[in-house]
């Protein structure tokens, strides 16, 4: 291509609509230094970031500035202890001794609650590794790049395994939902997870997923409590077809 | 402070990780996104989530935005435009007939309050020259943009050949180039 016929063509070059062999010439020149293309890359860039200018501009909803700042910004620091009033509780030996066994009762507890946890893992992963071991078993791998990815392995008589990274951040108010996808018709939930703090989840669902009647598996994102039935578009679809 | 200025002191506050100037970028420039959004996705839900996925981009990769390229607003878009672009050529947006969110809200009361030349620089004027074009020539640029449909698919998608949707295509390009060009030299 000669740099006129290059010329006509970055707008779409930058919208990455060219055809392969065009855009890998473009690509390839770009790579060799031409300063003259990629001051016209720039103003191509430019000059289709401006065609936003024709869309009718819409007032995003109110809630979505604080979901999206409250997914990004960093949490506040923890606040100090008023050092008054540690000293105020600090001042009576009684108080002392009572704060001590309010504490030791707390961490026991916290102890105790962790500990359950733990064996809620541990038995959501003697049921992930019994489900993936039986025979039968179908694992169907999802995701592209920059997206959310993983795989999902599926039984019919054992359940499904969802494992997932890549997962966006949510707010406390909403959760994963799980959902399967028949060929026509509602789609059925298979159960609600969250993601740890890298966007990674493994979720065990005991719901039967027979095949014939089973077209996808799909996470929407809802509201804490869970939906009957998707009010978002999903995220994440596996088929299983 | 001059637009330019006042640009280059948000982006080094991003730099700066200013949990404020996040807030003053959203307020910016989320109002010309979403709408991005919602004209490519066509669905408030999705419109939604792609603002807070952008966010998440500006906010994690402002120290790879280089000012002396490209104004903050031009590669915002950019950034917008392919997100929006890759949803719709994703699969789950193949499914999302099946999974169409319940309810939408009205969004007839929430008409924009902002100008939008504010925030994209000689959008007015893009626009105007985009008004000037005929129909055909406004239908290939909003498939590419909206759709990000290459030319052949243009042409698959419209019935015409492809030397025809070229010709359109290569036209209302140049309008527009003429008429921005045209206007930087006034």
Redesign the interface.
Known sequence: MTHSEMD?LY??F??????REEASEIEQHLRDGCVHCEARV??A?????????????????GH??E???S????SPAPKRENHKAVLYALAGLCAASLAVCVWLGTMTSNLNSRLSDVAQERNALEAALKSLSQSGTRTIQ?G?A??PEGKVFVNPSGGLVFVAARL??LGPDRTFQL?L?PPAGA?KSAGLFRSDEKGSSVTVSNVLVDPATTK?V?V??EPSSGSS?????????A?LE | MSDLSSELALVERLRN?D?EA??AA??RY???V???F??ITR???????L???L??RV?THISSFDPS???L??WI??I???LG??YVR???A???A??????H?D?AD?????E??LV????????AA?ETLNLKQRRV?EL??FQ?????EIASHLQEPLGTVKSW??SA?HC??AT?SGGDAK
């Open positions: 006509e707008e779409l930058v919208l990455r609509t060219l055809e720039r103003e860039d430019a000059l289709m970031a401006a065609f936003a200018g024709t869309v009718e501009i819409v007032e995003p909803p979505l500035r979901r999206v700042l997914s990004i910004r960093p999802f592209k920059n997206q966006p951040r959902w996808v789609p996808a799909a929407s994102v039935a998707p009010t978002t578009t999903p995220i994440i679809v088929g | 990780r949990p996040l807030e959203y307020d989320s109002a010309v979403y709408s991005v919602l004209r669905d408030q839900s999705a419109a939604e989530d603002v807070q996925e966010f998440i906010w390229k490209a104004a607003s031009v878009l950019s917008a435009r392919n672009i890759d994703s699969a789950q193949r499914f999302s099946q999974l169409q969110p319940m309810e809200a969004r929430r008409k924009a309050r902002i939008p030349e994209i620089h000689r959008g007015r004027t893009v626009r985009f640029l590419a943009y990000g449909l290459s030319q052949t295509m290569r390009l527009l180039r921005v």
